[in-house]
Nanobody, 119 residues
Framework: VQLQASGGGSVQAGGCLIL?????????MGWFRQAPGKEREVVAH????????YYADSVKGRFTISKDNAKNAVALQMNSLKPADTAVYYC?????????????????WGQGTQVTVSS
């Protein structure tokens, strides 16, 4: 399974970015992030059919995950970015229907993409 992520970059606080990821099949999908010196954490995930989403408390109301099943693609719209959002973001795919909040709930990982938010 190949996951091709794109997007990311550098923005000022309050700005927005969109991350995109295309999978070579239909899966439950998730976005994780890892900041320097910290463990990888879930940001958001979406079920295989796209009907249910989950957000970490730290991003609720600011980030939106969406899925285009026709294209096997998932996007993460990130608004009102904060310096605390600075991290490497990873796209992940799960063979399960729902995905999950833990790294081991996901079977395939894309390359990370850097998001840097300056104050």
């Amino acid at each position: 399974v190949q996951l091709q992520a794109s997007g990311g970059g550098s923005v000022q606080a309050g700005g927005c970015l969109i991350l995109s990821c295309v999978a070579s099949g239909r899966y439950a999908m998730g976005w994780f992030r890892q900041a320097p010196g910290k463990e990888r954490e879930v940001v958001a995930h979406i079920t295989r059919n796209g009907g249910t989403t989950y957000y970490a408390d730290s991003v609720k109301g600011r980030f939106t995950i969406s899925k285009d099943n026709a294209k096997n693609a998932v996007a993460l719209q990130m608004n009102s970015l904060k310096p605390a959002d600075t991290a490497v973001y990873y796209c992940a795919a799960s063979r399960s229907i729902v995905g999950g909040t833990r790294s081991y709930d996901f079977d395939y990982w894309g390359q990370g993409t850097q998001v840097t938010v300056s104050s």
